[in-house]
């Protein structure tokens, strides 16, 4: 079964920058994976920041940015705000045709 | 504005249904694939199933394939997730949400399910 592993939490400076990862338990991260990145705050509906490895979503701050970086993909804060602590997960499209969501990172700004 | 609402959520016994709803509006429902993602509170998004835009194809994530089926109505603009054999591990919100160029650009605001005896 594909694990897509992210880091469970995350600390940030205002102003910071901070960069998640979103990677396979086995294998590696590649555009053909359409990664996407999505930020959710409690009891909220997710929301789109980035698809596509590094297409940002309608009126998404420029301070968010979606890479592929060595074998992972990777949303990069620049400048964080303090609106920006939330909860944020990365999902992956498999060949099977199935996607898989990963375990999520908690973003704190502090 | 797109909108999509869940319906259909509640609480049921272990091996009971449940067929959850999700109406769609704002936008033209029968050019989208539609899918279905579940969360349990205060943990994890997990990608359910979903269905291309005529409904001749489903796919679902191993944990509820050949419990759970995946349909929907073009003529009423509705979305189906009908919840067989039902676990105390499928307690969770259960979203629906649009997806076009792997983007899942639009959701719902979610039914609880919550599966106990």
């Known amino acids: 079964q594909t694990v897509v592993t992210q880091e469970p939490s995350f600390s940030v400076s205002p102003g910071g920058t901070v960069t998640l990862t979103c990677g396979l338990s086995s294998g590696s991260v590649s555009t053909s994976y359409y990664p996407s990145w999505y930020q959710q705050t409690p009891g909220q509906a997710p929301r789109t920041l980035i698809y596509?490895?590094?297409t940002r979503s309608s009126g998404v701050p420029d301070r968010f940015s979606g890479s592929i970086l060595g074998n992972k993909a990777a949303l990069t804060i620049t400048g964080a705000q303090a609106d920006d602590e939330s909860d944020y997960y990365c999902v992956l499209y498999m060949s099977s045709g199935i996607y898989v969501f990963g375990t999520g990172t908690k973003v704190t700004v502090l | 504005e797109v909108q999509l609402v869940e319906s259909g959520g509640g609480l049921v016994q272990p091996g009971g249904s449940l067929r959850l709803s999700c109406a769609a509006s704002g936008f033209t429902f029968r050019n989208y694939w539609m899918h279905w993602v579940r969360q349990v509170p205060g943990k994890g998004l997990v990608w359910v199933s979903r269905i291309d835009t005529d409904g001749s194809y489903t796919s679902y994530a191993d944990s509820v394939k050949g419990r759970f089926t995946i349909s929907r109505d073009n003529a009423k603009n509705t979305l189906y997730l009908q919840l067989n054999s039902l676990r105390a591990e499928d307690t969770a919100v259960y979203y629906c949400?649009?997806?076009?160029?792997?983007?899942?650009?639009?959701w719902g605001q979610g039914t609880l399910v919550t599966v106990s005896s």
């Open positions: 949400a649009t997806v076009a160029t792997h983007n899942f650009d639009n």
């Open positions: 596509s490895t590094n």
